[in-house]
């Protein structure tokens, strides 16, 4: 009755994209902070686990071309003590996952895999236009981030391909990142906001988590933002109060909440309205002390 | 009398009453090689799953095992019909099934069990039990419950869906005042979200009984209970204590006992049976849920005139403690203060919510989160401070309660308000900010943005020990004895160690009493007497005085024996002026002095079912809080910045270990302040895992400063006064009054949600 389980452990990418070709029912497992809970918690028994642990390939990050070409498996910690200046919404986001356990093992490829709504490296990634590298036998292909979610748990992976790395731009102006939870820490996300403003093409890119089927980016609100910010004269105080209240509004009415164990739908639309105006102050302050 | 604060409190080695002494199971415990009954194994056992029913209310038309004994690596597939003695148990009055049988009262219920070679072959064979069921509409709330017209749930039980009905009468029965305030409040379902789920492991004897290594809070109480069941003398069911991973009341009823017995019996194999996190939410009872109306009268001066309560407290399923629960939120139900008129209608209930039982508080906390807004809405309608009218009103020695009992040692109300009070405040926040000391913590929510100052008080009463008249005892062996040239004393005790520290509690006692260096603590099991639970905050007091009592009759006949002396010290039978006159070693020689000793406190009595008069209570315990909040009010989010605590505790008997139970304790209360709940729709819970109930983490919590006050109650061993729960009823009205201070809204509700604080 018990059934056993494959432990598959390649050493090198192709390896591993050989064995998930040769085995697509097979799951891929990176830090394992949601796989392991799955299993622990009986809702899901795989015929085979693919150890995405000893890919090198995976576990490395580098500048390439304006962007950070940033490996599957490089976990949070990472995220937060290297790219903090190049990425810094995605470091923001990452110093919010979880503990410190769970920072140290988990990474944005498991994320992506989860595909779960209120994933925290979704929103820095929305707000920045990232692309999602994904990799099979039959060879390697991009998928922008807004394509990439399907609905939640659903992504546009095929099931003998795997997250190889994102391509996140570096930072061209102020990022932030804002997480909405229940409590001060370890907490899965109510809402949560991810904002980048490039001030070079004077444009704003946003990402709302948690608070619809998938993460959403708030289009209305990114065009608004880069009509009406004073790009010209970025001092803190050129940021009108009713500019940064429409923001929030037109952010909430990009999101498509429901009422769940976590909060209500009003309440993350609320609270989302709060978060967007909050950083984009915060962003706005950041581009006047340049 | 003696004040200690934080500072002064440090271990100070040594390990006799008053010092603290390591834990021997302290370092185990934080490198993680402590053994917990999880980590139990046995050659050749078994392992034991349970099927449990999806819905809060069905009729079972009909149960066919057949397609689980088909699994290969099955051993036994149970059901009710299996039940060797009695299908029915329960703390109080046995009405809960160990398997159902024609119905289900609640979500989880246990239907079938399973043993296999494999947990995993086990699960899933009980998941193809298949169970017949006429789903029946649930009745999931308690006032409605207790209407004629609602389907009465036990029809066995005489009075309906009431469980208990408990009238307080005192003084006035129309009684008028100046001023009146009145108010409703709610307090949500709270888990006690212990780490170590369920689990033991039954291993059948030669005899035809079996030992049941299990973690649990009484084995006695189990001992009984799990014998009814199995049809078998006590002395054939033998527990013994595996190690505990906490417990705080949700270890008091029966979970997994009798089935891993059944199981063990039936196939002649031990059985280990071990719940999941998420199974273990419907393992065991939670805190009660309740609704309390409350209306207090005072005088324009300040002074209470009359509380006028009805409390109802959802008892869910089965019984469990929902009486004794009931008996303490009402005798306790006007809080700490002096009230001319009281007039108490405090219902438990039946339900088809989760069974309700003890939990850390036991009903007096449900009762404190009420009076103490109470007492909040009453200081502003006077237009006086908070803990001025808390202080103008407070017990002390000598004072009546509205159950007629006299509190007859200290109760110094007024000195932990003041001490609270009188604590320098916490700094506000102040730019460049520290993310972890902002609300919303590292989520980055806030930069000082709509962050708010709350300061808020909270003080509570809760009873000591088993009251209304419950025999309440402990049993201790004790046995002095030569080993390897040294008297060493032995300790024997049926008192479950749920964390608390009582291992090393009863060595610092026999140090104390005996003289000894070296003192050996059995394991708990059922080869000795009753120790009564570990609840209640009364083993140091019960347990601890059985242990001493044990000590001086030990101490009594090694006396006899040397035929002089006056005591024992330093391994020497010494004169009452300290001289040494013999060896201890000399005078045990080769044969050990052994005493056993049935320990009780003074007897309490019941209540008057039509006045609720009687000395219900051993001991009053009192704590007051004062919660330090910042509030990010446009967001709803919540950081306690600080939560003082001072807390009279007669005589700090392990000093680390007071201060331990009141950081936990106010933890607990912090919880239940802004995050813990599970959430019950139409009888079903929504949030059975600690991804979704959440309990505070290291940056939740705050600093806490701490006043130990230590003023001896004459009646009780060592003067001291039991410390494990009052510090969880004060801090959570403390917490949600700073909210309130904070934001202006009523928050009515525990805990807090962000939608309350925004509306
Ligand atoms: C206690 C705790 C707290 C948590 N807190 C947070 C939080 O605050 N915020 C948050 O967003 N998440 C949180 N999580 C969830 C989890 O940590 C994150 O989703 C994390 O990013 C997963 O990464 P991982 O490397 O552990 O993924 P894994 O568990 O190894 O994998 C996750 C999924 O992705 C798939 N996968 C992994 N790598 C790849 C790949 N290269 N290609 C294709 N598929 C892949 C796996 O098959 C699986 O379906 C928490 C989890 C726990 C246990």
Redesign the pocket.
């Known amino acids: 009755m018990v059934v056993s389980m494959d432990f598959l452990r390649p050493a090198s990418l192709a390896e591993a994209l050989e064995l998930k070709a040769a085995n697509p029912d097979a799951?891929?497992?990176?830090?394992?902070?949601?796989?392991?809970?799955?299993l622990n918690f009986d809702k899901r028994r795989p015929a085979a686990l693919l150890d995405?642990g000893r890919v090198p390939e995976?576990a490395t990050w580098r500048a390439e071309n304006g962007r950070v070409r940033l490996g599957?498996?490089v976990?949070?910690t990472r995220i937060v003590d290297e790219l903090g200046d190049v990425l810094p919404g995605l470091a923001m986001a990452a110093r919010?996952?979880?503990?410190p356990q769970?920072r140290n093992?988990?990474?944005?490829?498991?994320?992506?895999?989860?595909a779960?709504p209120?994933?925290?490296?979704h929103p820095p990634l929305l707000a920045t236009g990232a692309d999602v590298e994904?990799a099979s036998t039959r060879g390697t292909r991009t998928v922008p981030i807004g394509e990439f979610f399907l609905g939640p748990k659903r992504s546009a992976?095929a099931a003998d391909?795997?997250?190889?790395a994102v391509l996140v731009p570096v930072a061209a102006g102020p990022q932030q990142f804002a997480k909405v939870g229940t409590r001060n820490a370890?907490?899965?996300?109510v809402c949560s906001f991810g904002l980048a403003l490039d001030t070079t093409r004077r444009t704003v890119g946003t990402g709302i988590g948690s608070a619809g089927p998938v993460p959403l980016r708030a289009a209305a609100a990114e065009d608004f933002a880069a009509e009406v910010l004073p790009w010209d004269e970025p001092a803190a105080n050129t940021l009108t109060d009713d500019t940064a209240k429409e923001f929030g509004e037109l952010v909430a009415a990009a999101a498509r909440p429901i009422d769940d164990v976590r909060g209500s739908a009003a309440y993350r639309r609320h609270a989302l309205a709060v978060l967007a105006r909050r950083t984009l102050r915060w962003a706005w302050q950041d581009v006047s002390g340049r | 009398m003696s004040r200690a604060t934080t500072e002064s409190l440090t271990a100070t080695g040594g390990g006799r009453v008053g010092d603290s002494p390591q834990r021997p199971d302290g370092n185990l415990k934080v490198r993680g090689e402590f053994a917990y009954s999880s980590d139990l194994w046995h050659e050749d056992m078994l392992w034991g799953a349970t099927l449990r029913s999806p819905h809060p209310h069905a009729r079972i038309r009909g149960l066919d095992v057949g397609p689980a004994l088909a699994v290969p690596g099955v051993y036994a597939v149970l059901t009710h019909s299996d039940v060797p003695g009695e299908n029915l148990y329960g703390l109080e009055h046995p009405d809960q099934p160990v398997l159902a049988g024609d119905v289900v009262r609640y979500q989880g219920e246990p239907v079938a069990i399973v043993a296999a070679d494999h947990p995993e072959t086990a699960r899933r064979a009980a998941a193809r039990v298949r169970v017949d069921y006429e789903v029946l509409e649930p009745v999931t709330d308690a006032e409605t419950a207790l209407r004629a017209d609602a389907p009465v749930l036990h029809p066995t039980n005489p009075d309906g869906n009431l469980v208990r009905h408990v009238r307080i009468r005192h003084g006035d029965p129309a009684p008028a005042a100046d001023v009146v305030v009145s108010g409703e409040y709610t307090v949500g379902m709270q888990d006690q979200a212990f780490l170590g789920p369920e689990s033991g492991l039954a291993v059948p004897a030669e005899d035809g009984g079996v030992d049941l290594y299990v973690a649990t809070q009484w084995l006695h109480a189990d001992q009984r209970q799990v014998a009814r069941a199995l049809g078998l003398p006590a002395e054939r069911v033998r527990l013994h204590l595996a190690g505990v991973g906490g417990a705080f009341g949700a270890r008091e009823d029966l979970s997994m006992q009798v089935h891993a017995c059944m199981l063990a019996l039936r196939t002649g194999k031990p059985v280990k049976i071990v719940y999941g996190r998420e199974e273990s939410f419907f393992g065991h009872v939670h805190r009660h849920p309740a609704v309390l109306r409350y209306e207090h009268g005072a005088t324009r001066d300040g002074d209470l005139v009359y509380v006028r309560a009805e409390m109802i407290l959802d008892g869910g399923a089965y019984a469990s403690t929902t009486a004794a629960v009931t008996g303490n939120a009402a005798t306790l139900g006007a809080g700490p203060y002096r009230v001319p008129n009281v007039h108490v209608d405090c219902y438990g209930v039946y339900t088809n919510n989760p069974p309700c039982g003890a939990m850390r508080g036991f009903g007096a906390v449900q009762a404190c989160f009420a009076y103490e807004s109470q007492m909040d809405k009453l200081a502003a309608a006077l237009g006086m401070s908070e803990v001025d009218v808390r202080v103008r009103n407070a017990v002390e020695q000598g004072s009546v309660m509205p159950t007629g009992q006299v509190v007859d040692s200290a109760a110094p109300v007024a000195e932990l308000l003041a001490l609270v009070r009188d604590r320098p405040m916490p700094p506000a926040p102040s730019a460049p900010y520290d993310l972890r000391e902002l609300p919303g913590g590292v989520s980055n929510t806030t930069h000082g943005e709509g962050v708010v100052r709350g300061v808020g008080y909270g003080v509570g009463v809760k009873n000591v020990g088993f009251s209304e008249g419950f025999d309440d005892y402990s049993t201790a062996r004790v046995r002095l004895e030569v080993v390897g040239g040294e008297p060493v004393a032995s300790v024997h005790t049926a008192a479950a160690e749920v964390g608390q520290g009582l291992v090393t509690l009863k060595a610092q006692i026999a140090r104390t009493e005996l003289g000894v260096e070296r003192v050996v603590i059995l394991p708990p099991d059922t080869s000795v007497g009753s120790a009564g639970s570990s609840s209640a905050s009364r083993q140091s007091y019960v347990t601890g005085g059985a242990v001493r009592a044990a000590c001086e009759e030990v101490r009594a006949a090694v006396l006899a024996r040397a035929g002089a002396g006056a005591g024992l010290a330093g391994g020497k039978v010494v004169s009452a002026g300290g001289d040494v006159l013999a060896d201890l070693v000399e005078v045990l020689g080769g044969e050990p002095v052994e005493r056993t000793v049935e320990w009780r406190h003074r007897p309490t009595e019941a209540l008057d079912p039509s006045t609720g008069k009687g000395f219900a209570h051993v001991q009053y315990a009192f704590a007051a809080h004062r919660a330090v909040v910042d509030v990010d009010v446009e967001l709803g989010l919540v950081r306690v910045v600080e939560l003082a605590c001072a807390q009279d505790v007669g005589r700090a008997m392990n000093p680390d270990a007071v201060l331990g139970q009141i950081q936990g304790g106010s933890a607990q209360g912090l919880g239940l302040a802004v995050m813990e709940e599970i959430q019950v729709v139409d009888g079903v819970v929504r949030n059975p895992s600690f991804?979704d109930y959440l309990i505070p983490t290291v940056l939740d919590m705050p600093t806490m400063p701490i006043d130990v006050l230590e003023y001896a109650d004459p009646h009780a061993p060592y003067g001291l006064r039991g410390v494990g729960e009052p510090p969880t009823l004060s801090s959570t009205p403390a917490i949600v009054a700073a909210i309130r201070a904070a934001t202006g809204r009523a928050l009515t509700r525990a805990p807090v949600r962000p939608e309350h604080i925004v509306g």
């Open positions: 799951v891929p497992i990176a830090g394992g902070t949601d796989v392991m809970v799955e995405l995976l599957a498996t976990p949070y919010t996952v979880g503990s769970i093992r988990a990474g944005v490829g498991g994320n992506l895999g989860s779960s209120a994933g925290d490296a994904v992976l391909e795997l997250v190889t370890m907490v899965i996300a | 991804t």
